[in-house]
C-alpha cells in the first residue's frame, strides 16, 4: 500500500516550458487535490477533483490545468511556465462525503521556474 | 467562502513547556477542525482533529479545544520536545457534501533543548 505517490520529486523548467506532474493513490478515495505551498502562505488549493471525471477550481487555478481520468491518478498540468509559479507541489487525497475526511498527502514535487 | 486565520506564525518553546496554537475561522456552517503536522522537508500528516458536536479532545500529549459561538479552536500540545518542531496547520470545513477544507497559514514550532 503505497498511499500517495507523486512524480516528479524535483524539476527545474524554463520560462515557457510544459509539463506534466503526476499524483496517484491506491486507497480509493474519490477526493483529491493540488496543493502549492510557498514560504509563509500556507497551502493553497490549485484544483481538486471530487470524483473520476471531475474537476474544480480552486484559490489559485490560473496558469494550471488538471485532469482525473482514472480515479486513482490526478494530473496537473502547466501549459507555459512562470518564475511564480516555483514552488512546492502537493497532491492529496481523501475518503470524502460524511465519512473519514482525514485528508493523505504525497512526499511532494519542488518546481523551480528560471 | 470560509477564511481561516492562525496565531502565531512563529512560536519558540523550551522543551517541557506548554504550546497553543489559535485559529480562527469565519463559517458558522464549518464543522470539522483538523490539524496537521508537517515536518522539515517532509509531508503534512493529521495529528488531531473535532468535530463540531464536542468541545475538547485530548491525544496523549496534544489536545485540541473548539469555541462554536466564538468561531475559534485551539491546538495545545504539552511537555514539549524537540521532536514537536514543525510547522503545525490547522484547517476549517463543511463535514458531509463536498469537503473542501480551508487552511490557516502556518506555525512554525520551535522547541528549544
Known amino acids: 500500500n503505497a498511499g500517495v505517490t507523486q512524480t516528479p520529486k524535483f524539476r527545474v523548467l524554463k520560462t515557457g516550458q510544459s509539463m506534466t506532474l503526476l499524483c496517484a493513490q491506491d486507497m480509493n478515495h474519490e477526493y483529491m487535490y493540488w496543493y502549492r505551498q510557498d514560504p509563509g502562505m500556507g497551502l493553497r488549493l490549485i484544483h481538486y477533483s471530487v470524483g473520476e471525471g471531475t474537476t474544480a477550481k480552486g484559490e489559485v487555478p490560473d496558469g494550471y490545468n488538471v485532469s482525473r481520468l482514472k480515479k486513482q491518478n490526478f494530473l496537473l498540468g502547466l501549459e507555459s511556465a512562470a518564475p511564480s509559479q516555483t514552488s512546492v507541489y502537493f497532491c492529496?487525497?481523501?475518503?470524502?462525503?460524511?465519512?473519514?475526511?482525514?485528508?493523505?498527502f504525497g512526499p511532494g514535487t519542488r518546481l523551480t521556474v528560471l | 467562502g470560509e477564511n481561516v486565520e492562525q496565531h502565531p506564525s512563529t512560536l519558540s518553546v523550551q522543551e517541557g513547556d506548554s504550546a497553543v496554537i489559535k485559529c480562527t475561522y469565519s463559517d458558522s456552517a464549518s464543522n470539522y477542525f483538523p490539524w496537521y503536522k508537517q515536518e522539515l522537508g517532509k509531508r503534512p500528516q493529521l495529528i488531531i482533529d473535532i468535530r463540531s458536536n464536542v468541545g475538547e479532545k485530548k491525544d496523549q500529549r496534544i489536545a485540541v479545544t473548539l469555541n462554536k459561538t466564538a468561531k475559534h479552536f485551539s491546538l495545545h500540545i504539552t511537555e514539549t520536545q524537540p521532536e514537536d518542531s514543525a510547522v503545525y496547520f490547522c484547517a476549517a470545513s463543511i463535514q458531509g457534501g463536498s469537503y473542501i477544507p480551508t487552511f490557516g497559514r502556518g506555525t512554525s514550532l520551535i522547541v528549544h533543548p
Open positions: 492529496a487525497s481523501s475518503y470524502g462525503g460524511a465519512g473519514n475526511n482525514e485528508q493523505f
